[in-house]
């Protein structure tokens, strides 16, 4: 069986069932018809990273949540957002569904960045895996996971709930015209266990009488809670057909407790890879931090800064604050050198973070052009306050947007790509 035959007798009927469309994006191979081994002790050790940098970043948001609007400046936060981040579902979880980006290094596993407000890769970790492991005969390491969305969706509408919110009308939005953002959040809303909810595009949601509503048939039907895979930065910049400020004020329907939403809008405090610098100097300086947390640090982060202190020391990576999918990030050498830069042209206007240069492992790949190397970059998901599923791309040193989705499983492969692969049993 040639690796395209194989490869579509692996992703067609996800397809089909329409949960999973996106394993082509652009015209370009996306999912990998392979899989990846990852050991019981590397599994647990992701695992123990994301539960205790989780527990770091809980701690840490917290208390920058009630700081002065001027550490929120200095975090790089928009102005638009700084009532509405003080918002959050709980002291304990400045936000519900986050993803750490982790790299294994010569120094053990080093955690990149932490996406809190709007990561994706859920769909391809909580449904595709398993569904990819199977046909190996492999274990699925994120085996019954998807559980742990539907609790943590429940746990923060009663959370809501409690705090005096109402909940009653949900509706779960994204871009509908992106494949990928409108499939994870249709699978979100049904793993969510939430009543009634439903999905609307964000070119549907108008304020309207002081509210955030749907506009559906010429009518405006108020939103109690919202899910929304949208950037709040971005959300921060959004405008109406006719320039009406309809981010600005949803963001004020936020801050003025008119609004739940989900992700909280506290998850941009922990997005900003600047509180990855603040986290690094409080280390530094021996303060805040418990010794367990001290040593979590030192262990599975890396040196960040807001200004360079590595050139002429060691290579370094900048990167902007509140970039996306590799998007404005550039390598250096030790002498200040560029060794690659990333080709897109978004947010080369934010400040940058420093942090020291790590190399990410080189792994072998099959794909429709043959066999290849790639740099393998772990996604772990800090679902609800706990380490939940993971996840793995492979692409470039600067892990982009269309880097591959890699499945992976834990035991020897049964059909391993481009070996004459057939379905397990």
Not at 174 to 200: C, I, K, N, P, V
Not at 239 to 253: K, V
Not at 340 to 366: C, F, K, N, S, T
Request: hydrophobic fraction near 40%.
């Amino acid at each position: 069986m040639s690796y395209e035959d194989w490869r579509e007798r692996l992703y067609a009927p996800l397809r089909e069932e329409g949960t999973f469309t996106w394993d082509r994006m652009y015209g370009e191979e996306y999912a990998l018809a392979m899989m990846l081994h990852i050991s019981e002790n590397e599994r647990r050790e992701l695992a123990v990273a994301t539960e205790r940098l989780g527990a770091v970043m809980m701690r840490t948001a917290e208390i920058v949540r009630q700081a002065d609007f001027e550490l929120f400046a200095e975090l790089g936060l928009p102005e638009a957002t700084w009532r509405a981040v003080r918002i959050a579902v709980s002291e304990q979880l400045p936000t519900v569904i986050g993803r750490f980006d982790f790299a294994w290094t010569k120094e053990g596993l080093k955690m990149l960045e932490f996406n809190s407000d709007t990561p994706t890769g859920i769909v391809e970790a909580f449904h595709v895996n398993g569904h990819i492991c199977k046909q190996y005969g492999m274990a699925d390491p994120n085996e019954d996971m998807a559980t742990h969305l539907t609790a943590a969706f429940r746990n923060a509408e009663e959370t809501y709930r409690l705090n005096g919110y109402p909940t009653g009308r949900v509706v779960f939005s994204a871009l509908d015209w992106h494949e990928e953002d409108a499939g994870t959040t249709r699978y979100l809303m049904r793993q969510s266990g939430l009543s009634g909810a439903r999905f609307a595009a964000l070119s549907d949601l108008r304020v309207y009488e002081d509210r955030l509503c749907l506009l559906a048939d010429g009518e405006h039907e108020p939103i109690d809670l919202l899910y929304r895979l949208h950037a709040l930065e971005k959300l921060a910049e959004d405008r109406d057909e006719d320039g009406y400020p309809t981010g600005e004020h949803a963001l004020s329907l936020m801050a003025d407790r008119r609004l739940a939403v989900l992700n909280p809008p506290s998850a941009l405090i922990a997005q900003t890879k600047a509180m990855q610098a603040l986290v690094w100097n409080l280390y530094e300086a021996g303060e805040f931090y418990t010794e367990e947390e001290r040593e979590a640090i030192r262990t599975y982060m890396l040196p960040t800064y807001m200004e360079n202190r590595f050139e002429g020391r060691c290579p370094y990576v900048t990167k902007p604050i509140l970039g996306r999918e590799g998007g404005g990030v550039t390598l250096y050498e030790a002498d200040g050198t560029a060794l690659e830069r990333d080709g897109e042209e978004l947010y080369w206007d934010q400040p940058m973070i420093y942090q020291q240069r790590v190399e990410l492992p080189v792994v072998p790949i099959r794909h429709e052009g043959g066999e290849a190397e790639a740099r393998l970059l772990w996604g772990s998901f800090w679902i609800g306050g706990r380490a939940s599923a993971i996840v793995a791309r492979a692409g470039g040193r600067i892990t982009g947007n269309m880097a591959y989705y890699v499945p992976v499983g834990i035991g020897e492969a049964e059909a391993p790509a481009g070996v004459e692969p057939e379905p397990a049993g």
